[in-house]
């Protein structure tokens, strides 16, 4: 599965960078300035998710893939790419489930999905931002993921998120 992935996401450049602790005190004003941030370069995408409800790579990556997969098949949920990466990664259908589960919260940790930006986007994003800290991606509280996620506790849970995922493009 990884190297369909690999092929799949080899078209964009992608970076994951994620922020400990931060504070957003008004999150449409705060999600305006990462729009115009995103607009400066065409086709580019910066997507921000709630940390907490990510279960390492390889869950960010199946949601990213899925989600441009389901742009080029024309099977996407939401309009806008970003938007997609939050759905699908969410395994959720519903924009709203998808943004209550992962989109950022007031306080607490942020992972960042970065595609095709170039290094000024980068750098005026991070400026928003603080505590940067990648690792933090991969560690997750697992009942607190289990029960986002309406998942078996014996399960692998990245396999069974992963597979919930893949399996959002049947429920179309």
Not at 12 to 33: A, D, G, R, T
Not at 54 to 74: P, T, V
Not at 121 to 127: C, P
Request: glycine share 4%.
């Amino acid at each position: 599965m990884q190297d369909l992935q690999k092929k799949m996401l080899s078209d964009y450049n992608i970076i994951v960078h994620s922020y400990e602790n931060n504070k957003v005190n008004n999150i449409p004003s705060f999600l305006n300035e990462i729009n115009k941030i995103t607009n400066l370069v065409e086709g580019s995408i910066i997507q921000l998710l709630d940390c907490d409800y990510i279960c390492g790579q390889s869950h960010l990556y199946q949601g990213i893939s899925q989600a441009f997969k389901a742009f080029n098949e024309h099977q996407n949920f939401a309009k806008d790419k970003g938007l997609e990466i939050c759905v699908r990664t969410s395994a959720q259908k519903q924009i709203s489930e998808a943004l209550k589960l992962l989109g950022i919260k007031q306080e607490g940790n942020i992972t960042v999905v970065y595609v095709n930006v170039n290094e000024k986007q980068l750098i005026k994003t991070e400026k928003l931002l603080s505590g940067r800290n990648d690792s933090l991606i991969e560690v997750y509280d697992v009942e607190k993921i289990v029960n986002a996620y309406g998942l078996n506790n014996s399960d692998n849970i990245v396999n069974s998120i992963n597979e919930k995922i893949a399996l959002l493009a049947l429920k179309s």
